[in-house]
């Protein structure tokens, strides 16, 4: 039940971003400090948490698993990122029409993302509740730039932009959910390939899209976000 009630929360981050995007005027700062807590967090908890917690699942050729599985997350969303249109920044003065054909096009691939991030979640909650929470916690912020990118996008059409903010915002917990109903065929070494490819993922995330990101707003909001993150996972350390 954790798993369900974490992965629908985490979709929520998206709700926020699509109503920052309608009635809040100045979101770069906002911006700035989800992408910089967003990235300590991330960066830090493979190395604290995810990381130790897959090794312990592997009885045999531990490291080797490890290697493997993140190579495998790693590839599985570059490929991912290769079949869809970027979802990076787009020219705002564009044609209507095309914008929101890009606007559509990005919430399709943030779709599909998040459910196979609900499951990498859900495995993490699994496997510790504290560093699951953590981790959906960073990944929430994460979440509220693309809404607001997404929305204002598709801002011209209204119902279209309600649509798939409701569809971004469970795609999270359907990814929980398949997890949950399979859950009976998780073996500690499956869970520890799952943590593997989530480790690899994670690395993805940090140095495609939240590096990329970071390079390009980093003030000092980015900065207050990054001693944020630190604090939250020296108390998490210290809990």
């Given at each position: ?95 209507h029409n095309h914008l929101i054909h890009i606007g559509i096009m990005t919430s399709i691939a943030l779709i599909i993302h998040n459910i196979v991030e609900g499951v990498s979640i859900g495995v993490l909650v699994q496997t510790s509740l504290k560093t699951g929470l953590i981790y959906a916690f960073s990944v929430g912020l ?98």
């Amino acid at each position: 039940m954790n798993v369900l009630l974490v992965t629908l929360g985490v979709g929520f981050f998206f709700l926020i971003g699509t109503l920052i995007s309608l009635f809040v005027k100045n979101k770069n700062k906002l911006i700035s400090f989800s992408l910089g807590i967003s990235f300590i967090l991330m960066f830090l908890l493979i190395i604290t948490d995810i990381i130790p917690d897959a090794l312990e699942l592997f009885y045999n050729y531990r490291y080797f698993s490890l290697v493997g599985g993140a190579l495998v997350g790693f590839g599985g969303i570059l490929i991912l990122e290769k079949l869809v249109p970027h979802h990076h920044d787009h020219n705002i003065n564009k044609d209507h029409n095309h914008l929101i054909h890009i606007g559509i096009m990005t919430s399709i691939a943030l779709i599909i993302h998040n459910i196979v991030e609900g499951v990498s979640i859900g495995v993490l909650v699994q496997t510790s509740l504290k560093t699951g929470l953590i981790y959906a916690f960073s990944v929430g912020l994460h979440n509220i730039p693309f809404g607001i990118k997404v929305s204002s996008m598709l801002l011209s059409n209204k119902k279209k932009m309600w649509i798939y903010t409701f569809l971004l915002t469970l795609s999270t917990f359907v990814g929980g959910l398949l997890l949950y109903v399979f859950n009976n065929l998780l073996s500690n070494f499956i869970l520890g390939i799952l943590l593997s490819i989530t480790v690899g993922m994670i690395i993805y995330i940090i140095i495609f899209e939240l590096l990329t990101e970071l390079k390009e707003k980093i003030n000092k909001y980015s900065v207050i976000g990054i001693i944020t993150g630190i604090i939250i996972i020296l108390i998490g350390l210290v809990i």
